[in-house]
Nanobody, 114 residues
């Protein structure tokens, strides 16, 4: 059982990236899935989550209006669309799946820099 993140990279300020969190060995539609991030020297912080099965969403104030979390159950994947990226969005991004048990992905690096 694992979560595999992808989609990170280097982007200029104002740019966009879409992160993916794919479930392997678990049916991701049955889990509350969250995205967290951790910048160098800072604590890991919650960015967004999407519930199951109702697909309600939550966003941290720092990303509200710029990031969108969504799920594609057919692809067993949760996405984080990140627009209008800022330098302060630079961090390692992790996805987490919760439903009693708790799974974390390995993280994907996002660097926003000119």
């Amino acid at each position: 059982v694992q979560l595999v993140e992808s989609g990170g990279g280097l982007v200029q300020p104002g740019g966009s990236l879409r992160l993916s969190c794919a479930g392997s060995g678990l049916t991701i539609s049955g889990y509350l899935v969250s995205w967290y991030r951790q910048a160098p020297g800072k604590e890991r912080e919650l960015v967004a989550y999407i519930t199951s099965p109702t697909t309600s969403t939550y966003y941290a104030d720092s990303v509200k209006g710029r990031f969108t979390i969504s799920r594609d159950n057919a692809k067993n994947t949760v996405y984080l669309q990140m627009n209008s990226l800022k330098t302060e969005d630079t961090a390692i991004y992790y996805c987490r799946a919760q439903a009693g048990t708790n799974y974390w992905g390995q993280g994907t690096q996002v660097t926003v820099s000119s």
